[in-house]
C-alpha cells in the first residue's frame, strides 16, 4: 500500500513524501480511508504507530476544500498534555505546508495573548488541551458553531486525567452534526462509554491486539531493592549502546531526585514534569532530542507527547501507577519501525502488579532476573557506607505509609527472592495535570460558563 492509493489531498502527499515516509504504517493504511469516507472512527494503537498522521493527514484532505471564517474553528483536536498538543501542531504544519490553511495550538502554562489573536483570526484546525480551551471559549473566544471535526487524541489519558468533565462541556458546546474522531492506546470499557456519549455508529480500527505492548520494544524486568535503583540505573548507563535513555520516576520530585544524583555521577540528566515551567520542558525536550543530553528523567504525565525518534531505552526507575501507562511508557523507544528496549525495576511489592500486567496484555513477559554485570553485594555495602544525603528524613512513626522513606534511608541488603522497598509515593496521575490545564469543572452546562464553582 502507497500514501498515492489513499485518496489524500495531493498537496498533502506532498507533504508527506518531503517527510521522507515512503508507506503507510498499518494504522494509517486502514484508518485513513475510513476517516476520509466522513463517518466517526475509533482508532485504538499503541503509541509510535504513526497514529498523529493516521487522523491528520485525512482531516487536512478535508480542510483543504474551505477557509476558516474570522474567529471561527473548523477542526478541533483535543490532547491530554501541552507537549502532546505542541507535538500534534507541529506534525499538522508539517503535512500542511502546501496548503493554504491556518493552524493553531492553545494550552495552558503560558499567555493567553498570542492564542486569543490566533483564535480571532479563525483557525481551519485548532489543537488544544481542555483546561486552556474552555478557559478562553468561556471568556468567549472562538467560535466553535460550524465546527466540522472533533479529534479525541489519546482519549484514555484525558479520561485518567480527569478531563472528562471538561471535555464534556467543549462537546456540548460543539453542533452536532459534525465527525468524531477518537484514538486511544487502549480499549476500555471507559472508552467504550466515551465512544457511546459522542460518537454515532463509529467505525473501530484497531491495530494489534488490545493492550498489546509495542511488538517492537525488547523488555527485560530487573529485581532491585528501593536502595539499589540509582546504582543500577548508572550501571546500566555504562553500557554500550545505551545512547538515548528515558527514565520514568513515579513522582516529580524523585524525578529531580533521579537528575541530581545522575549528576554526582557525572551523567547529565534532565527532568520533565508539571512543576517545570512550559520553557524549561521544551528546553529539556530539546536537549534530548538534539543529543546534547542522553538521559531524560520523566513523570507519565509530563511523557506524553514526547515524540523524539531514536529513544534506545526506556527504563521504568518506578513501576507505573496505572497499568496501562506500561504500554505508553515502553512504546516512546521502538517508535515507527526502529526497535526499542525496555528496563523496568522491580521491587518485591511489584511483583504482584507484575502479575497483572501479563493479564493486561494477555501474553507472559520475561521473568523478573537479577541485572547482569551488577554487583549487588558491592552496591549493597556502597549504599550502607554512603547513605544518600538528599534521603527524606526519618518520620517519627506516621504509620506504615512512611516505611519506604525508612528504607530509603537505611539501606539493607536484599535477600533472595524477597527485594525490600514499597510502592506508591503519592502523586502519580492525580498530580495537578501538566501545569494547571485539568481543572475539571461540574459537568451538565450547555454554556461555556466561566464560573464553574
Ligand atoms: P505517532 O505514533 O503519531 O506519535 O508517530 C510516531 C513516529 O512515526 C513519528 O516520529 C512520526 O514522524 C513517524 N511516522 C509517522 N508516519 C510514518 C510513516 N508512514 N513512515 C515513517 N515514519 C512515520
Redesign the pocket.
Known sequence: MR?SELGLHEAVQKA?AE???????PI?AAAIPVVLEGGDVIGI?Q????????FTLPLLTRLAKGRAAAGAVRALVLAPTRELAL?IEE?VRAYSRHLPLRVAVVFGGVGERPQITALRQGCDLLVATPGRLLDLASQGHGDFRDLEVLVLDEADRMLDMGFLPSIRRIVRALPRDRQTLMFSATLSKEIEQLTSEFQRSPRLVQVGRRSNPAETVEQAFYECPHNLKQGLLAHLLRQPGWDSVLVFSRTKHGADRICRRLARDGTEALAIHANRSQSQRQRALESFRSGKVRVLVATDIASRGI?V?GITHVVNFDFPDQLEDYVHRIGRTG???ATGNSVTFLTSEDLGELRKLERLVGKPLPKPCRAPGFDYEAATKEAFAAPAPDAAPRPHNRGPGHDRRQREARPQAPRPGAWHGGRREGGGPGQPGSGGQGRPGPGGRRSWGRNRG
Not at 517527510?19 to 504504517?25: A, F
Not at 503509541?47 to 493516521?54: F, H, I, P, Q, R
Request: aromatic content about 8%; overall charge negative.
Open positions: 500514501f508527506v517527510q521522507g515516509y515512503t508507506d503507510p504504517t494509517q494503537a503509541t509510535g504507530t504513526g497514529k498523529t498522521a493516521a507535538q506534525n515524540d525518534d517508535r515507527a519501525q
